[in-house]
């Protein structure tokens, strides 16, 4: 009987079960709390309070794993998204599936990478848009060959962009075209020298122009032609 006694007095009672419940219902720790309720309907069968609690934490339970289900849904789509590539989208999943779960590790680890992918993108963007305005510039300057190595450095950051790659092109055949207009216009003003050393000035004078045809604003030719 002693032992009985002893026994007794270390089983739980109704109430300390009850409060047992409460404490996990408040920490969210459903299932824990519905052993705790059950144990106390084993006691006191039938039991109004008892059953009522048991039958919140069971609708808390049902509720869990629908917002569970949800929450796997958004993680599903959001590593779909961000295996695509496409971030926005998957960190705008990532942060549906934390207004869930806020404290889930892997939901904002990857919220985490993404914002800084996200952030890197925008930087690259920025420098990427740099270089096709100083190189536009360059272009309009008709400086051919800095045009050329600008959009080829735009490029370097997005191979795959058209305008860049068009405009790139564009520099090429333009520098080109101006590097055979320059070896041209260097061979005639070679022949209109040597024209003026042998005092045949009328040549030397219709080389020059053939010259200046090409680069009009030549100024130090200009003077050449004026000086014979």
Known sequence: TNIDTKAQEQAPTYQSLITMGDKEFS????????????EALRI???????????????????????????????????DNHYDNGDYEKSLASYKKAKSLFPKDEYVNEQIQIISQIISEEKDKIASFNDIIRIADEFMSQGKYTEAVLQYKAALELYPNNTTAKEKYSSAKSK??????????????????????????????????????????????????????
């Not at 069968?45 to 929450?71: G, V």
């Not at 000035?201 to 090409?214: P, Q």
């Open 44 to 78: 006191k069968k039938d039991d109004p309070t008892a059953k009522s609690k048991l039958n919140k934490t069971l609708e808390k339970i049902r509720e869990q794993s629908e917002k569970e289900e949800i929450f796997y849904q958004y993680i599903d789509e959001a």
């Open 175 to 228: 520098k080109e075209e101006y590097d055979n207009q320059s070896t041209y216009f260097e061979q005639l003003k070679r022949e209109a020298n040597e024209f003026a050393l042998r005092k045949k000035y009328a040549e030397s004078i219709a080389k020059y122009e053939e010259a200046l045809a090409i680069f009009p604003n030549d100024s130090e030719l200009k003077e050449l032609i004026d000086s014979l």
């Open 27 to 38: 920490n969210q720790e459903y299932i824990k709390a519905k052993s705790y309720y059950q």
